[in-house]
C-alpha cells in the first residue's frame, strides 16, 4: 500500500554534505511519522532521525547538530540534511513509515564517507 523510494547516497569526503530524499507514494493518508535508519557492514540497524507530520523531530545522539529531518507533506517527500559528515556516518540509509497496517521501507541508499 506504501512505496518509499530513495534517493541522494553517494561518496563524499569527511566534513561534506548530502542531502537523503525518501518519496512516498501509495496510501499515504496511513503515514503519520518517518524515520531514517542507517546500517554499517556487521552493526545493527540503528534509528537516526523521526518526524511527525507536524515536523517534531528527534534525533540519535550521535547525528543531532550535524542532521536535519525534514518533510514536506504536499510532495509526500521526506529528507535527511547531513552536514559534518564523518567516516562512521558510513551505511546503507533506510527510510521508514510505520503504519497501523504495515512497517514499510525503501531500498535503502549508499552513504560512504571518506577520511
Known amino acids: 500500500q506504501v512505496q518509499l523510494v530513495e534517493s541522494g547516497g553517494g561518496l563524499v569526503q569527511a566534513g561534506g554534505s548530502l542531502r537523503l530524499s525518501c518519496a512516498a507514494s501509495?496510501?499515504?493518508?496511513?503515514?503519520?511519522?518517518m524515520r531514517w535508519y542507517r546500517q554499517a557492514p556487521g552493526k545493527q540497524r540503528m534509528l537516526v532521525a523521526t518526524?511527525?507530520?507536524?515536523?517534531?523531530?528527534n534525533y540519535a545522539d550521535s547525528v543531532k547538530g550535524r542532521f536535519t529531518i525534514s518533510r514536506d507533506n504536499a510532495k509526500n517527500t521526506v529528507y535527511l540534511q547531513m552536514n559534518s559528515l564523518k567516516p562512521e556516518d558510513t551505511a546503507v540509509y533506510y527510510c521508514?513509515?510505520?503504519?497501523?497496517?504495515?512497517?514499510?521501507w525503501g531500498q535503502g541508499t549508499q552513504v560512504t564517507v571518506s577520511s
Open positions: 518526524i511527525s507530520r507536524g515536523s517534531i523531530a
Open positions: 521508514n513509515a510505520p503504519t497501523y497496517g504495515n512497517n514499510y
Open positions: 501509495g496510501s499515504i493518508f496511513s503515514i503519520d511519522l
